[in-house]
């Protein structure tokens, strides 16, 4: 039977981890939505250095100690094969929003898979808050980082997406793949004024954050 491991991160100096409750609030609330929204067995594993009563007792709290606290940097640890994990990743930023099943992602066996980035004309950069690898694969990845740490601050400035960039990691992508089921809150949803049909995931780039979206579907969804 297909499984799969889900990844999230929380950290401290990260913006949810300032919200009182918020960064783990944010936690259960995409590991509940995982699971209404999956069909197969999963892990559901958040690194994080907060540390809170409030997650939820189903999720795997894993301490991590990146050798980059910069930006998002923190968040290629789960490349670190000390991370422990194996086999098919799907690793989520806690500021999306399942909206469709997870099956045909969560189904994904490539070595790595990201999202295009939204903006037009951009579609051949890559962008890292949905990011699908198998574990196995990324050895390469995480020796780069953790040879040169300062390396990647000065060419990053903290953004994982230059990374992966520079690396040539970005095999394939989530439009490609499984077009209209990743989708920009800001750039389809909004401006459509109706969550689009087929849509999986929203990612919520920037402003507003979930819980600044008043609107049905996202009520419905986020919780």
Known sequence: MDFITIVCFLWNGDRWA???????????ILYRMVKRNLSMPFRFVCFTNVHSNYFDKRIEVLH?????????????????PEA???GQVLSLDIDVIIVGPLDDMASYRGDFCVRSKFAPGQAHK???????????AMAGLWEAL???????EASTGGRERYFYRQHDACQDRWQDLYP??????????????????GAVI???????????????WAEECWR
């Open 18 to 28: 300032v919200m009182k409750d918020g960064g783990p609030m944010y936690v259960n």
């Open 64 to 80: 991590f100690d990146p050798p980059s606290w910069m930006g998002c940097l923190p968040k290629l640890w789960m490349y670190n």
């Open 84 to 86: 422990g994990l194996k």
């Open 126 to 136: 890559a962008d890292g808050d949905i990011v699908g690898f198998r574990a196995e």
């Open 146 to 152: 953790a040879r040169d740490p300062e390396g990647a």
């Open 180 to 197: 209209g089921q990743v989708l920009s809150y800001k750039r389809h949803v909004r401006r459509a004024g109706k969550l689009p049909k």
């Open 202 to 216: 929203v990612s919520c780039h920037g402003r507003p954050r979930p819980h600044e979206i008043a609107e049905p």
